[in-house]
């Protein structure tokens, strides 16, 4: 199919761009920034631009991975948002029914399903969270934006038959946490795997299963995220004592991890479930926690991407 890639210079787009052409499809990237798998240089926000996108190169399917995401929350006004994940997504869904599209791949965040009281974890037991969660109260610009962008999404198919696919998914960024200092690096990164990040090549994989998906779906929203080792019955003893549950878990995990120099979290507040994405969307990332193990063990390379000088190429100037 050719598929209209957004965010085609980002850090997902660059994984997803050549997995797409493996898989035998035909790329047209879209990004404001440059990159090696951009051909059109421009905003999602710019209907114009769009249309003629879509007239140019015959676009069969969108993948709408492009847009404005935590980090840029500094950097842009709250407006912004809205014209780039409100008004773009809503330009791509009436592009893509316009021209009898049969499926639509939105990239989502898990980001959108934290409220405030969430995200303090001031609560007994870790917060499980799925597809049912609710009500939703985003904290911020990025996750109500990127709620309302799931709204328009679902009356795309409701209004129009395009089978729209949401992935919400959750921390994927090679870079360091912007509000936790320690542990930090890698060390966080691996502890996340348990709970709450997937590496970006399972993202891009969960894009491309998505894709295939669709038209049999209709509509779905899916938490996309590595498949947690603990089930709710775990919650209490997450918050009150994570080092026993991941030793009863992983009896070896906490030698592996002494001997690296790194900490295992004293405590989880928050799970996402992915178990949905496994049931129907037939996706379940290969990289989790136990891989990470697996690597400690073995001494081979660890199965995700660390670099605290990531920067995306919008915000590199020159
Ligand atoms: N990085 C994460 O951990 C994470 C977690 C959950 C969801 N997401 C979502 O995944 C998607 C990709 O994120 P990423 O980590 O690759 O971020 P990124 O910033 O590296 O990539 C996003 C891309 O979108 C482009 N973009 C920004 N405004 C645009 C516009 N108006 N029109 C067209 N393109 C525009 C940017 O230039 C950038 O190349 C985003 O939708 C983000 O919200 C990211």
């Given at each position: ?41 421009g ?14 190169h ?16 500094v ?31 939105f990239?989502?965040t ?20 799925d ?13 109500v ?15 129009h ?27 966080l ?30 509509h ?20 009150a ?31 996402y ?46």
């Amino acid at each position: 199919m050719r598929v209209l890639l957004t965010g085609s210079s980002g850090w997902l787009g660059r994984f997803m761009a050549p997995m797409l052409r493996r898989a035998g499809h035909q790329v047209i990237g879209l990004d404001v920034a440059p990159g090696a798998d951009t051909q059109v240089l421009g905003s999602v926000a710019d209907r114009a631009l769009v249309d003629r996108v879509f007239a140019e190169h015959g676009i069969e399917a969108v993948i709408h991975a492009g847009g404005l995401h935590k980090p840029d929350i500094v950097r842009y006004p709250a407006q912004t948002f809205i014209d780039v994940n409100v008004t773009g997504t809503l330009n791509l869904l009436e592009c893509a029914a316009a021209a009898g599209h049969d499926r639509f791949v939105f990239t989502s965040t898990t980001s959108l399903m934290i409220s405030q009281a969430i995200r303090d974890e001031g609560g007994d037991s870790a917060v499980w969270l799925d597809e049912t969660s609710g009500p939703l109260a985003p904290r911020n610009i990025y996750g109500v934006t990127k709620l309302a962008a799931e709204g328009l999404c679902r009356i795309a198919h409701a209004e129009h038959g395009l089978a729209t696919v949401v992935l919400r998914t959750s921390r994927f960024f090679p870079e360091d946490d912007d509000t936790h200092a320690t542990p930090s690096g890698e060390n966080l990164k691996a502890n996340e795997l348990l709970h709450r990040r997937l590496t970006v090549e399972d993202a891009a994989r969960a894009h491309l299963r998505a894709l295939e998906r669709a038209p049999a779906i209709g509509h779905g929203v899916f938490v996309v995220s590595a498949p947690t080792p603990f089930s709710p019955a775990d919650a209490a003893a997450l918050k009150a004592d994570a080092p026993g549950v991941i030793a009863r878990l992983f009896p070896d995990a906490a030698a592996l991890y002494a001997a690296r120099g790194w900490t295992l979290p004293a405590t989880i507040g928050r799970v996402y479930d992915a178990g949905l994405a496994d049931r129907v969307l037939g996706f379940r990332c290969r990289t989790d926690f136990a891989v990470v193990l697996d690597a400690l063990r073995t001494g081979d390379p660890l199965p995700f991407v660390h670099d605290p000088d990531y920067l995306p190429t919008k915000e590199r100037g020159g």
